[in-house]
């Protein structure tokens, strides 16, 4: 890579200085920047509320079909096509559908911009959605859910989100099934497509090495063009979360075992008191209470965790480990018991202030890649963190003390509202 | 997560072979150790990788799965730093960090605010040298590293059969035992082979150190003097470099579990390696890129597209390793289809595709795309140290990655031709398939 020079910039020196800029492009349509000099790359980061959370009834994983097909040609270019002009380009595109929204990642060589964005533009705007591309999907989306029915922790995984979500739309498969993947028509993807695809819901985070007039002149030109719906695609709160336990059968020496239990939403005032009382519980590492106590001193489980999962309008607390089948039901008691002492007995001081010096020091490492703060930047618009989060976040962090934490932990935790979902043998007590 | 390299091998070899100018400063300490530094001062931030020149393949017989036992254990603490002390001091300061186990190359890695930066130099330094261990930490320890095997392979059918492929592939070496080990020596590991292994082996001349971030050579050369100068090398690895024999037998391996949905066919070719030739690699690399890389290979086009047998179909090939490399096939039917059909079709196939399929065309595509990959191989912190890391532990220098570029641009049709008909003729292969 000789002909290339690197002028790194020392632009992330410490965290006040860590300035973006919110701008506006002709059409209106809003993104925050970063321009990075340091490497020749320009990352976006874009999203859209809705996902697979407003797929089509009877017709689920429309949404992850509509994303897989997004790479697979446009109105010009057949996928064969494309693909080469991709890598022509240095070009990367891809897009996920999520359970609350479609997350789509952009990067391009800065000397390729120009056809990188309109190849971008194509994609986003003009898939071609060829019959022949559509089944062809489709049988790769048909051969992907097979292999996750045979794998253990991916099945696991399904089931707990069916059984713990009850009737609210994030208890169905992202992918779909068999059957329902098999229902869906082109004019049911172009139908989702344009309805995912409008600019209300739609946010985006960009960063790399590119000018500021230019950069909104590619996201004029890639995102321009959509429609406004004016529809809410936010997700429901959770009523009915399932409690106890579920069992699945398969037969595997080892069991695995998912957990949830209510969270909250990303906005709510006490999000960074509950991510720091899970940081404690299963969160953080090597350094959790779940990990120190179920792997490090009886060495249950190879792997144990918990985390939250925010959406915009509630949350939950997800965790989950494997353990071979004699010892599944002492390795729930201990999860239930590490619940119940943190319900009761709260976490001390040093954990407090360990958990606060972690969220602290950890947030420089964004800074890092093109992508990584491209991504930020998004996700901070995503959950409408505010324009001065950057600042806050530090304020937010330093003004929790021990008492509001531990209010905040006696007042959501309870192993009461823990749910199981075991897939394997378990052999009973 | 303590991970193995299997996987690991698998995600890096689509990216590891970016190049590039990292502009890498090195030196070597009197006792060995080897000091990498990547300058990239873009946030207050680094990332420390400590790369070992061994993995599985200096256990001894009847004793796999210990190169991967000691990586867990090195998080346990020491006479001065008790108690998991470095873990719980990196999360205190934001950090993150993680270690895996391969067959060539063992390697513990940490990213961390760049202020705390001599005080993460230390604590490395101190647990080459001064791990204190209890028999008790060792009997809980190896109840992890079972349920880890029990999660990886035992509770993996496709695990499984990849497994079994490699007993039969390497015969007589090391790439053909599990990294994490076989259940019955895992269970015999004692505490005296752990600290045995970990005396022998764990020194600075079988090390390298590798700092890329907001760090300046000069400070960095400062500090690692001083956390290391006073540890003693000892004896060089001792690598039994044991060679397989070519196959006589055509050899198909069959797994057969109620719990697979989806019938999956494998094959793994013992290969060269970029130690045997650079240039020669990446023209095998090309190729196989062309012929079996991603949804517009040669394969993909002829047996998803058009003949819509396969939902999938490709292939890769590995060669950053000490010994033998190797080629990777796959093929997810549509339908049940037999697995000599499966190899039958794809023989024919590669064949035919070798003579008339690779064009100039494609192979400028393939360059253009490898060229920019090694762009974004630059675009973060960790990625480089690991791609310098992996490099000179299984045997290449420092100007062979630094000057990858200039052999790329040397490859030419002819070259990756030839590379492929001598894949096309390698016998040294064994057959999978994974079904119901």
Known sequence: MRFIFLFFLLIFKNLDAFEYKNLKTNSGIEFWFVEDKSIPIVSVSFSFRGGSSIDIKDKNGVSNLMTSLLDEGTRNLTSKQFKNEMKMNGMKLSFSTQKDKIDGVFQIISAQAKDGFDLFYEALNHPSFNEVDINRVKRQVISSIKIDESDLSTLASNKFNQHFFNDHVFSNNIKGSEESIKKITRTDLVNFHKRSFVKNNLVIGVAGNINVNKIKKYIEHVFGELKDNQQNYSIKQFKALSVGQKFFEMKTPQSSVLFGHPGLERNNENFFALRIANYILGGGGFQSRLYKNVREKKGLVYSIYSYLLSYENDGVIVGGFQTRNKSVFETIENVKNEWKKLNKRGITKSELDNAKAYFNGSFTRNFTSTLSIARLLQVVQYYELGADYFIKREKIINSLNLEKVNGIISEYFSNEKLFFMIVGEPEKK | ?436
Not at chain 2, 39 to 48: D, F, K, S, Y
Not at chain 2, 208 to 219: A, E, H, P, T, Y
Not at chain 2, 267 to 288: C, H, V
């Open chain 2, 1 to 436: 997560m303590k991970i193995v390299g299997i996987l690991f091998i698998l995600l890096f070899c689509f990216e590891s072979k970016s190049n590039i100018n990292f502009n890498a400063k090195s030196t070597t300490l009197e006792n060995g150790l080897r000091l990498i530094v990547v300058e990239n001062p873009r946030a207050p931030v680094v990332a420390q990788m400590m790369w070992y020149n061994f993995g599985s393949n200096i256990e001894q017989r009847g004793k796999s799965g210990l190169a991967h036992f000691m990586e867990h254990l090195m998080f346990k603490g020491t006479k001065k730093f008790p108690n998991s002390y470095y873990s719980d001091y990196l999360s205190k300061i934001g950090g993150s960090e993680n270690a895996f186990t391969s067959y060539d190359y063992t390697a513990y890695y940490q990213i961390f605010p760049s202020q705390h930066l001599e005080k993460i130099i230390e604590l490395e330094a101190d647990r080459m040298n001064n791990l204190t261990l209890t028999k008790k930490n060792v009997e809980i320890e190896k109840k992890v590293i079972l349920e880890e095997r029990f999660q990886r392979i035992e509770s993996n059918p496709s695990a499984q059969l990849d497994e079994s492929i490699r007993t039969v592939l390497f015969p007589n070496d090391y790439y053909g035992r599990p990294i994490i080990g076989w259940k019955h020596e895992i269970e015999n590991l004692s505490y005296d082979d752990v600290i045995d292994f970990y005396k022998e082996n764990y020194n600075p001349n079988n090390a390298i150190l590798i700092l890329s971030g907001d760090i300046k050579f000069k400070n960095a050369k400062k500090l690692v003097n001083k956390y290391y100068k006073s540890i003693k090398p000892s004896q060089k690895i001792k690598l039994n470099k044991l060679d397989n024999p070519d196959l006589k037998t055509s050899t198909n391996v069959e797994l057969s579990n109620e719990n697979v949905k989806q019938q999956i066919w494998k094959r793994i070719y013992r290969t060269k390696s970029y130690n045997d030739s650079i240039t020669q690699s990446i023209a095998l690399d090309l190729g196989m890129k062309i012929l079996a890389g991603g949804t517009s290979s040669l394969l993909y086009e002829e047996f998803v597209n058009k003949k819509k047998i396969f939902s999938m179909v490709g292939g890769f090939f590995q060669g950053l390793t000490k010994g033998n490399g190797y080629i990777y096939f796959y093929a997810i039917p549509n339908k049940k289809v037999e697995q000599f059909e499966i190899s039958d079709m794809l023989d024919n196939f590669i064949v035919q595709a070798i003579d008339e399929g690779i064009s100039e065309e494609k192979l400028i595509l393939e360059k253009k795309k490898y060229y920019f990959d090694s762009i974004y191989g630059m675009d973060g912190i960790l990625k480089p140290a690991e791609i310098i890391g992996e490099a000179l532990t299984i045997g290449l220098s420092l100007d062979d990655i630094e000057n990858w570029n200039d052999k790329l641009d040397e490859i030419n049709l002819e070259m990756v031709k030839k590379e492929l008909k001598e894949f096309s003729k390698n016998r040294n292969f064994v057959t999978g398939n994974l079904k119901n």
